[in-house]
């Protein structure tokens, strides 16, 4: 079977008609072959500027978070002393009948 193959590839290879059509089967499969790396170039360079752009876009973002968290800490640090003097315990008002019994005890 083998003699058979190698006297039929043969006779492919020595004819006129063979040869172009071997000829161009190489050329459409070359150019196939290169098409389809550039198809992949191309998609794997448009995933990439897509990755790329979602990492500016979430750099972006997470600089904006932090710029407003620090404008909004600036604006309450002016605001501090009176705040502050809101979270301490405020004195009640004392009456005359309680002020006899909280003497000593000021807050």
Same mark, same amino acid.
């Given at each position: 079977?083998? +003699?058979?193959v190698a006297a039929g590839a043969t006779a492919v290879l020595m004819? #006129?008609?063979?040869? /172009?059509?071997? =000829?161009?089967? @190489? ?8 098409? +389809?790396? &550039?198809?992949?170039?191309? +998609? @794997?360079? &448009?995933?990439?500027?897509?990755? #790329? =752009?979602?990492? /500016? /876009?979430?750099g972006d973002l997470a600089g904006d978070l932090v710029g407003e968290?620090?404008?909004? =800490? ?9 705040? +502050? ?5 405020? @004195?009640?008002? =004392?009456? /005359?009948?309680?002020?006899? @019994? ?6």
């Open positions: 079977m083998n +003699a058979w004819s #006129e008609r063979g040869r /172009s059509f071997i =000829r161009r089967v @190489a050329v459409y499969g070359v150019a196939n072959v290169m098409n +389809a790396g &550039e198809t992949f170039t191309s +998609a @794997a360079t &448009e995933v990439a500027h897509g990755a #790329e =752009r979602v990492a /500016s /876009s979430a968290a620090r404008q909004a =800490r600036h604006s309450t640090d002016g605001k501090s002393a009176p705040s +502050a003097a809101k979270s301490q315990p405020r @004195a009640r008002p =004392r009456s /005359s009948g309680a002020k006899s @019994a909280r003497a000593g005890t000021a807050k």
